[in-house]
């Protein structure tokens, strides 16, 4: 079973980016804390992250015959991307949208996704850690459905 990881624009920023929002986590943290987590629920991932909306969508249509399900963080992108949203429809792989900080707490503009009407679940704001939720959600949803 192998997850693909998508992280959006500015999410390669982490560490030093608003720490007071999104933490003081890089991005290899949180990478390396899936990892750890990946390997105890047995399961592969694979680690993705671009700030251009149509390398994402590019990544996605190519995970078609790969990858059995994604947790993705569209980061800026959840709020304006059509593309992405379609792009999880063409390809009709499992998802689940993970957002480090609650978006719904945050600007009326961050309370509107995209992607959530298209997702299985959200699971929003609980820093680094909502990585780890989307992992196993996912994980437990692909292992059900087996
Ligand atoms: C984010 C929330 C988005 O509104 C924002 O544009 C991000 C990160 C989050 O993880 O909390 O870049 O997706």
Same mark, same amino acid.
Not at 22 to 49: C, M, P, R, W
């Given at each position: 079973?192998?997850?693909l990881?998508?992280?959006?624009?500015?999410?390669?920023?982490?560490?030093?980016r608003?720490?007071?929002?999104?933490?003081?986590?890089? /991005?290899?943290?949180? *990478?390396?804390?899936?990892?750890? &987590?990946?390997? #105890?629920?047995?399961? !592969?991932? $694979?680690? =993705?992250?671009?700030?251009?909306?149509?390398?994402?969508?590019?990544?996605?249509?190519?995970?078609?015959?790969?990858?059995d399900?994604?947790?993705?963080?569209?980061?800026?992108?959840?709020?304006?991307?059509?593309?992405?949203?379609?792009? /999880?429809?063409?390809? *009709?792989?499992?998802?689940?949208? &993970?957002?480090? #900080?609650?978006?719904? !707490?945050? $600007?009326? =503009?961050?309370?509107?996704?995209?992607?959530?009407?298209?997702?299985?679940?959200?699971?929003?704001?609980?820093?680094?850690?909502?990585?780890?939720?989307?992992?196993?959600?996912?994980?437990?949803?692909?292992?059900?459905?087996?």
């Amino acid at each position: 079973m192998k997850i693909l990881i998508i992280h959006g624009p500015n999410l390669n920023m982490l560490g030093k980016r608003e720490p007071d929002v999104y933490g003081n986590a890089t /991005l290899d943290d949180i *990478n390396n804390l899936i990892e750890i &987590v990946a390997k #105890s629920l047995k399961v !592969k991932t $694979e680690y =993705f992250q671009s700030n251009t909306e149509g390398e994402i969508v590019t990544k996605i249509q190519n995970s078609l015959d790969s990858i059995d399900g994604i947790v993705i963080n569209p980061a800026a992108y959840t709020h304006t991307s059509v593309a992405i949203r379609d792009s /999880l429809l063409s390809t *009709n792989i499992p998802t689940v949208e &993970v957002h480090i #900080s609650n978006i719904y !707490k945050r $600007e009326k =503009f961050r309370q509107h996704s995209y992607v959530s009407g298209v997702a299985l679940g959200v699971i929003s704001g609980f820093g680094t850690y909502s990585y780890i939720l989307g992992l196993k959600a996912i994980t437990n949803y692909l292992k059900s459905k087996k």
